[in-house]
């Protein structure tokens, strides 16, 4: 039986799911900031502990065939490092995940945020777009209309 499961759930599979599964959340985080489902699902700690498992089942896995963990450490020795560790599919899939979660987190973090100051929903919703496609530019965009709720420039919480 863990054999059929361990068959079922491959590299490309997982990617698939998890492109997939993260698409409710950030439906719920745009369209629904301020439901009670937004908070328990998704402002929570649940999201956090799904790709946690997920990313410990693959570097399980990942263990097992015999991958060289130490070797992720060439990526800070320059750009053609990094773009050869990232033709490795197994190194790629763990960046995925990281990317994913790190991106739902600043989601969460600006929907949480943005309800301390009472930003409405329609306004903080192309913050929230941005930062799934691309993280930083979307917390920038959110910072600069964070900047006119608070009413003063603060460069930390």
Request: proline share 3%; charged share 10%.
């Amino acid at each position: 039986m863990i054999e059929e499961i361990y068959t079922y759930f491959t590299f490309e599979m997982i990617y698939l799911w998890l492109n997939f599964s993260v698409l409710p959340f950030w439906t719920i985080l745009i369209f629904f900031p301020n439901s009670k489902i937004c908070k328990i699902f998704i402002v929570s700690i649940l999201p956090i502990i799904i790709f946690t498992i997920i990313y410990i089942y693959l570097i399980y896995t990942i263990f097992n065939e015999g991958y060289d963990f130490l070797s992720n450490f060439d990526l800070y020795l320059g750009i053609d490092q990094l773009k050869k560790l990232f033709s490795n599919t197994s190194f790629l899939i763990l960046f995925w995940i990281h990317f994913l979660s790190i991106n739902l987190f600043c989601g969460a973090w600006i929907v949480n945020d943005s309800q301390k100051f009472y930003i409405s929903k329609i306004l903080i919703s192309l913050p929230l777009i941005i930062t799934y496609f691309i993280g930083p530019l979307g917390l920038l965009i959110y910072w600069i209309i964070r900047i006119f709720y608070a009413k003063r420039i603060s460069f930390y919480n």
